[in-house]
Nanobody, 113 residues
Framework: QLQASGGGLVQPGGSLRLSCVAS????????MGWYRQVPGKQREWVATTHSGAGALYGNSMKGRCVISRDDAKKTGYLEMNSLTPGDTAVYYC?????????WGQGTQVTVSS
C-alpha cells in the first residue's frame, strides 16, 4: 500500500530524496509522515505534511530536510540535506487513512565516508 524508495549510501554532507508512493485503497496521502529507526531504538518522527497545519518537523532533522507531496501522484517526498552519520537509519513513511495506519516497508539510509 505504501512503497518507500530512494535510500542508499551517501557521504557526510550529502543529500538524498526519499519517495513514498501510495496505492490500493489509500486515496489520500494528506498527513503523510516520515519516521526513522535505528536498531535497538524507538522509531523517531522526522516530518509530516498536512493540508491544514502545513509542513511540520521534528527536532532531529529540522532545517536539514523538506517534506512535500504530490497528491495527484499520491506520492510523498523527503528531501534531506547536510546528512551526517547520525542520520543513518531505516526511514519509513506513514499514512493514516480511513481509520487505518499504513507504514511503508522502509528504506535504508547510510551516511558514511
Amino acid at each position: 500500500q505504501l512503497q518507500a524508495s530512494g535510500g542508499g549510501l551517501v557521504q557526510p554532507g550529502g543529500s538524498l530524496r526519499l519517495s513514498c508512493v501510495a496505492s490500493g485503497r489509500i486515496d489520500s496521502i494528506d498527513g503523510m509522515g516520515w519516521y526513522r529507526q535505528v536498531p535497538g531504538k524507538q522509531r523517531e518522527w522526522v516530518a509530516t505534511t498536512h493540508s491544514g497545519a502545513g509542513a511540520l518537523y521534528g527536532n532531529s532533522m529540522k532545517g536539514r530536510c523538506v517534506i512535500s507531496r504530490d497528491d495527484a501522484k499520491k506520492t510523498g517526498y523527503l528531501e534531506m540535506n547536510s546528512l551526517t552519520p547520525g542520520d543513518t537509519a531505516v526511514y519509513y513513511c506513514r499514512v493514516v487513512y480511513d481509520g487505518y495506519i499504513y507504514w511503508g516497508q522502509g528504506t535504508q539510509v547510510t551516511v558514511s565516508s
